[in-house]
């Protein structure tokens, strides 16, 4: 198998990764805009102290927006860093006397650490080619370096 294959081949379960993560993450966090939106603040988990209408801010923008930015390939690791954050609350400070796995009735540390890791080796790896990042990025840079080209041409001629 050629590299280039290989590479497209890992790109391409990259693409799954954060479709299938990213689409998961938003139904989960769905309810939750749902009660935002709804103005319904009160009694939602205030694990950090931040008191429960920041928290539901941040448990939305995490688990919806940004969720949707890893799905779509934007900012990739950037939009992950909130979404393992909030997993890692989720699973260590609300789910924290749950346990590891599901099982019977109640809650577990399970989904939200599933989630995390997910998340998590997006940060590690970045999107891969089939992305808004693989895209965008390069044609920035190049502009860029177009444009200190040529600001050096002008520094240059000017002496």
Known sequence: ????????????????????????MISHGWGKLQRLTGGEFEGFPDPLGIGSTASLIGAVGAEVFCALLVLIGFATRAAAVPVVFTMAVAAFIIHANDPWTMGGDGGSKEPALLFLFAFLTLICTGPGRLSIDAVLWPALKRKRIAR????????AKSR
Do not use: C, E, H
Not at 5 to 23: E, H, M, P
Not at 148 to 155: E, F, H, R, S
């Open 148 to 155: 200190q080209a040529a600001q050096a041409g002008v520094a």
């Open 1 to 24: 198998m050629s590299v280039r294959s290989n590479d497209l081949l890992a790109s391409t379960g990259l693409l799954i990764l954060r479709v299938g993560f990213g689409a998961y």
